[in-house]
Structure formats: structure tokens, C-alpha cells
């Protein structure tokens, strides 16, 4: 387990004895969000084939798949590991940070409902903090990079036209360290990762890093926000 989640383990244990909100307060993040515009550049929405799939890297793949299930629009998005090979795609070994893998998520969705810039904006706004260079939150390694893998030339156009757009509004403090690639393989992680935070919403680590996002997500996007989340295990099932 990475020694960021360790250390959650181990604030679980002191929230157990003097209490969540006395440890940390009521509504501490993380990764508090960060309100950014739109994007100038985005493919127009109305009459667009779908459905389509972007995978995106952004910490711990619990919180980011979390955003995206409570995202209007989007059908499905799912925990994996993009960057390296698929000998190397399973959970222990790719948190050693030696296997070009990022813990990601492929999020799929309808452009007729949820267009690609505003997937990017949330990503950007309230799923991570694209300022954090091969960390994010408590975790560290290149595993936990913030990184764009683009599924063809106009989704990486989109977010390369974005990051600029972005870095040239000085909406961040420090520069945005996001990379963007194009064409890697996405495998997708175990099943017990998958649907993480709506399991274990009592989790501290989903309590403190995660509950959050959902919440800004809520807050900054309510009319993109979805209640009820799109769970894999629920598709499996059906």
C-alpha cells in the first residue's frame, strides 16, 4: 500500500479516538478545487457520433472515477492503468512507480449530453490539482501523475488549446505540469478498485480526499451533477 494510504490508515485510527471533525474539521480537503473557465476550444456538442472515451490520469484513481459516476452524461468510467504494458498492470506492481503505468480512468461518454471540454474542465476544476508534478494529495510516485491520454488528434488539439488557454489566465498559483499523450492502452484495474469511494464512503481516505470532489463537483457543476452514480458494478450486473 502506498504511504499515503498508510498515513490515511493511520488518521483513521486518531478519528476513531477524538473524532473526525475534532481531528480535521467538517469540511478540510485535500485537494480544495479550483474554479477555471470553459474552454474556448471544444468539439460542438449537437450531432456529434458517440459514444466517446477519454482516459485520464489525476492521483488515486477512487476519487477521480468517483467525479466522473456522479457526472452527468457520462456512461461509464472505469479504474485501470494507462502508460505502460500489460504485463505490468496490476495494482502492487504499478505502485512502485517504475512501470510508466498512471492510475487512470476511462471515462465514457455521450457528447450529445456532456461535451469533451466540459469532461476536461471538471478534470481540471474539481478531480485534481494539475499543479502537483507526480503526486497528488498524500500519494507520491509517478503513478499518481496528472496526465491526458488523448483517443485520437482532436481530443489531444482540445486539451493541448486548453492547458494554454489555462496557463495563459494564470488561473493556477504554479504552472500546470498536466502531460498529453495520445494512443496508449488502457487496462483496467482489479475489481475491488473499482466503485471505491461509493463502497467505502466511510473510508477515511474517501472521507478526507474524495467526499470532497463529489461535493465541489456538486457545488461548482450543479447541473452537471448526478446523484446517483454510474457504477460498473451495476452495468456487470445487468
Known sequence: MPIGRILMVAAAAVAAVWGW????????????????????VDPAATGAPGPQTVILAGGCFWGVQAVFQHTKGV????????????????????????????ESVAVTFDPSVVSYGT????????????????????????QYRSEIFAQNDEQKRVAEAYV????????????????????????????????????????????????????????????RYQ?????VSARATN
Do not use: C, W
Not at 471533525?21 to 474556448?40: C, D
Not at 469532461?119 to 509517478?142: C, K, M, W
Open 21 to 40: 471533525q475534532a481531528a480535521f474539521g467538517p469540511t478540510v480537503s485535500a485537494e480544495p478545487a479550483t474554479v477555471v473557465p470553459a474552454p474556448a
Open 75 to 102: 456512461i461509464k468510467a472505469v479504474s485501470g492503468y494507462a502508460g505502460g504494458s500489460k504485463e505490468t498492470a496490476e495494482y502492487e506492481t504499478v505502485s512502485t512507480g517504475r512501470t510508466g503505468h498512471a
Open 119 to 142: 469532461i476536461l474542465q471538471i478534470y481540471f476544476s474539481v478531480a485534481h490539482d494539475p499543479t502537483e508534478f507526480n503526486r497528488q494529495g498524500p500519494d507520491e510516485g509517478p
Open 164 to 223: 494554454a488557454q489555462l496557463g495563459k489566465a494564470g488561473v493556477f498559483k504554479e504552472p500546470i505540469v498536466t502531460k498529453i499523450s495520445q494512443g496508449a492502452p488502457f487496462y483496467p484495474a482489479e475489481g475491488y478498485h473499482q466503485d471505491y469511494a461509493t463502497l467505502h464512503p466511510s473510508n477515511m481516505y474517501i472521507v478526507f480526499n474524495d467526499l470532497p470532489k463529489i461535493e465541489n463537483l456538486k457545488r461548482l457543476f450543479s447541473d
Open 227 to 231: 446523484a446517483t452514480p454510474v457504477l
